[in-house]
């Protein structure tokens, strides 16, 4: 469908009012009602439709990857709503008043919080929450200045975007080729070659690994650099969003330290929620733990089968629920093998305790961790990478893309040189 730019630009700034509406409803009703207020109740259905309808104009503006995270943060709105609405309710009492001097500050502070949901230096910050890059350490500055913090993400942020062009001028060129020859089948195919298995997992990483976390992550440190450059927040309180490559060392560990955790708050308070107070499951039981991890994920997968459609990958085309509800079956086999390593000859509990807190795991583990991980999420992750390979239209990765005006080569070329400048200078961490 070809919409003309009045039309464009009317549902973008439809999308923006929404979006703001979306969380400052929510943010007054913290400060401004009881705990147990009707008015709360009330309000989640009206997010819901808010939310409703802006994945509608996401849809329509997309595909892309600017509106497929809009589309996740109203969806991650409504889930915080639920937490701090209802489910764990705060209210104008539990806002720290040394922090907030004013209506305006304790309107922003609250707003933070439904719209950064990691919650970074506030009482409801998430576990295990990446720090500061040691690049600031080693200068023996006690937090980021402002200044510094802003040059190092527009730098970082610059070559994201331009590498990302890169990625998707060449995914572009490829699909398309794929397409003309028919080179691809319509559904996913699992009896390869060995060549083309190498391929699919070499594919799958750079897809995952790569570009998906600088996708997400260029989103992040846009956004930080806007809230920082106007003064409404402070460097302190805009940590990296992922963790380091050494943390992708298991699973758990890639899900709960490695990968962004923005979702991981709203998520895990619905589960626990139904585990707890609907189902009553016995509480730090093995059965609530695994159904807690089970229904995190598979909001996870709802959530990303809502962003395939603003891709327009239909829903039932989309890989999403296969790959997140594929994640738990993969931490069951994970915590098994643990355990019969601690049962048959391998370190005790106290060991394992003593271990991590030193960070001291034998190089021999790492290291088979680290395959294991990279291989199961290779191989799931072909559900959900494959549906979107198929289309040219889903290669857009960047708003306006710089290769299709000067060229593939010159942007390469950039990529390259203010790559190694941005690594030195700024002493970029993985």
């Known amino acids: 469908m070809t919409y003309t730019t009045t039309s464009w630009s009317s549902n973008v700034l439809e999308i923006t009012l929404l979006y703001t509406l979306h969380c400052l409803v929510p943010a007054i009703l913290v400060i401004a009602t009881a705990k147990r207020s009707a008015l709360r109740y009330l309000s989640i259905p009206c997010l ?26 109203f969806v991650t709105v409504v889930f915080q709503a639920l937490n701090l609405l209802l489910i764990n309710p705060i209210d104008g009492s539990d806002i720290p008043k040394d922090d907030c001097h004013g209506i305006i500050a304790r309107l922003y502070y609250a707003t933070r919080l439904f719209a950064q949901p990691r919650g970074i230096n506030t009482p409801w910050q998430i576990k295990n929450p990446p720090s500061h890059p040691a ?31 890169v990625f998707a001028t060449i995914a572009l060129q490829q699909a398309l080729e794929q397409k003309k020859h028919e080179l691809l089948p319509p559904t996913v195919q699992w009896d390869l070659s060995t060549e083309q ?35 409404l927040d402070s460097p302190a309180n805009c940590p990296p969003l992922y963790g380091r490559a050494a943390d992708a060392g298991t699973l758990r560990g890639f899900w709960g330290k490695f990968w962004h955790q923005l979702v991981r708050q709203p998520f895990s308070s619905v589960s626990a929620f139904i585990t707890g107070d ?19 994920f598979l909001f996870s997968g709802g959530l990303h089968v809502i962003l395939d459609i603003v891709q ?29 390593w601690r049962c048959f000859g391998g370190q005790s509990n106290k060991a394992q305790g003593s271990q991590k807190k030193e960070n001291a795991s034998p190089a021999w583990q790492r290291v088979i961790g680290f ?40 942007v390469g070329g950039v990529v390259l040189l203010w790559g190694a400048i941005v690594a030195y200078l700024f002493e970029v961490e993985i």
């Open 48 to 73: 819901v439709l808010i939310a409703h309808r802006s994945i509608r104009v996401a849809t329509a503006l997309g595909p892309g990857f600017v509106w497929c995270e809009l589309a996740r943060l």
């Open 135 to 165: 690049y600031y350490t080693r200068r023996n500055l006690t937090g980021p200045p402002r200044g510094r913090f802003l040059l190092r993400q527009i730098a970082i942020a610059t070559w994201q975007y331009l590498a990302l062009d």
């Open 197 to 231: 298995w190498i391929e699919r997992i070499i594919s799958n990483l750079v897809a995952g690994f790569v570009v998906s976390r600088m996708i997400i992550d260029l989103y992040h440190r846009a956004f930080s650099i806007f809230i920082v450059g106007i003064g």
């Open 278 to 296: 609907v189902l009553g499951l016995p509480h730090k039981s093995l059965l609530e733990r695994y159904a807690n991890v089970i229904l995190v």
């Open 312 to 340: 327009g990958i239909p829903g039932q085309e989309s890989g999403a629920m296969l790959l997140f509800m594929s994640a738990p079956l993969g931490l069951m086999i994970e915590d098994g093998i643990v355990a019969l």
């Open 371 to 410: 395959c294991w991980t990279m291989a199961w999420a290779s191989v799931t992750s072909t559900w959900y990478f494959y549906p979107q390979m198929l289309r040219p239209e889903n290669q857009n990765l960047v708003p306006f893309s710089i290769a299709s005006v000067v060229g593939l080569p010159i």
